[in-house]
């Protein structure tokens, strides 16, 4: 029973000191209210929203189209539609951006900022001109890059060495760089091949350290509760 009380003991640490984003989930930011080809979603200032950035819009795992950012305040934002594939339609619910914040749903407040909204002569030509392509590559990997195998390569790290096989399998993990799929590059020119480039990196890298962490994570725990039963059934 001591052996035992010990290794719970080490468990409980693990679940204390466990880095906090192990256990965090990305938030998917949706569209929330609609007016003619402007939208408000609920992330503003204090989520890092800028005005201008472009953002693609992802209905049913599907892109159909791209919206500016034009009005923003503290706590949410519109967005005014720039291109949208022949035949779709934007929804509520359909999926922006993830990794943001989420704030309490009020239509009123979401009915005033559409209000607020001034029509610009912008046309679509002018502001592909201007997209942000390291936010392009960002938004690509969050909707492609997935990170499974570096979660099966954490849970056997975890698994075989415990924290030791965490911490060794990170540094390996973490020190290497996704690759960026050839198509998304192909009618780029240098400079937006290295924006673009750069946004996809830092996004893959960092979903492929999470999915690390969980697999390792979760590996460490099974190992120590396997080293567990091991002890008590020994001792028995």
């Not at 209000?115 to 990997?141: H, T």
């Not at 750069?198 to 979760?218: D, L, Q």
Request: net charge neutral.
């Amino acid at each position: 029973m001591k052996n035992i009380s010990y290794i719970l003991i080490f468990c409980y640490s693990i679940l204390i000191l466990a880095p906090y984003h192990v256990f965090s989930q990305d938030e998917t930011i949706r569209i929330l209210k609609i007016k003619d080809d402007r939208f408000a979603t609920d992330v503003g200032s204090i989520h890092g929203v800028k005005k201008d950035s472009i953002y693609l819009i992802n209905q049913k795992n599907v892109i159909i189209g791209k919206a500016k950012v034009i009005i923003v305040k503290e706590k949410m934002c519109a967005m005014k539609l720039i291109s949208l594939q022949p035949g779709k339609q934007i929804q509520v619910g359909d999926q922006l951006i993830l990794n943001m914040g989420f704030i309490e749903d009020n239509n009123s407040d979401f009915d005033n900022i559409l209000n607020e909204v001034e029509e610009q002569p912008d046309s679509i030509a002018s502001m592909n001109q201007n997209i942000n392509f390291y936010n392009e590559g960002k938004l690509a990997a969050d909707n492609e890059y997935s990170g499974s195998g570096a979660g099966a390569g954490g849970l056997l790290c975890g698994l075989s060495l415990g924290l030791i096989g965490w911490g060794l399998g990170y540094a390996v993990v973490s020190s290497s760089t996704p690759e960026v799929p050839p198509q998304h590059l192909t009618n780029l020119d240098s400079n937006q091949q290295l924006q673009f480039s750069m946004g996809y990196k830092e996004r893959a890298k960092n979903v492929r350290n999470h999915s690390f962490n969980s697999g390792a994570f979760t590996g460490t725990i099974l190992a120590a509760l396997t080293y567990a039963i091991i002890f008590s059934t020994q001792k028995n």
